[in-house]
Nanobody, 115 residues
Framework: QVQLVESGGGLVQAGGSLRLSCAASVSIVNINAMGWYRQAPGKQRELVAAITDDGTINYQNSVKGRATISRDNAENTVYLQMNSLKPEDTAVYYC?????????WGKGTLVTVSS
């Protein structure tokens, strides 16, 4: 069982930055993939960024150049740095971990970007 706790969300003005953190209850060294998803009101949950255990990284096209995902194995934490935030980035951001074919989710952290 993997528990994930997100933090770092909040209200920010357009053009600002936030760093989201996802702390895992277990060592993330052997977790196959960890990522950040988001869900805006009335929309489906979508992938923002993901990083695998071998360091492969994928970003959603809309955040490329503005987002950086990283993992700190010593702290069992995955980060999402978001810069140049836009109102359309407003959403609940969820941390995801996939290991041994099982997906785990955090409860989410709200990011609100004001124009």
């Amino acid at each position: 069982q993997v528990q994930l706790v997100e933090s770092g969300g909040g209200l920010v003005q357009a053009g600002g930055s936030l760093r989201l953190s996802c702390a895992a209850s277990v060592s993330i060294v052997n977790i196959n993939a960890m990522g950040w998803y988001r869900q805006a009101p009335g929309k489906q949950r979508e992938l923002v960024a993901a990083i695998t255990d071998d360091g492969t990284i994928n970003y959603q096209n809309s955040v490329k150049g503005r987002a950086t995902i990283s993992r700190d194995n010593a702290e069992n934490t995955v980060y999402l740095q978001m810069n140049s935030l836009k109102p359309e980035d407003t959403a609940v951001y969820y941390c995801n971990a996939v290991t041994n074919g099982v997906a785990y989710w955090g409860k989410g952290t709200l990011v609100t970007v004001s124009s």
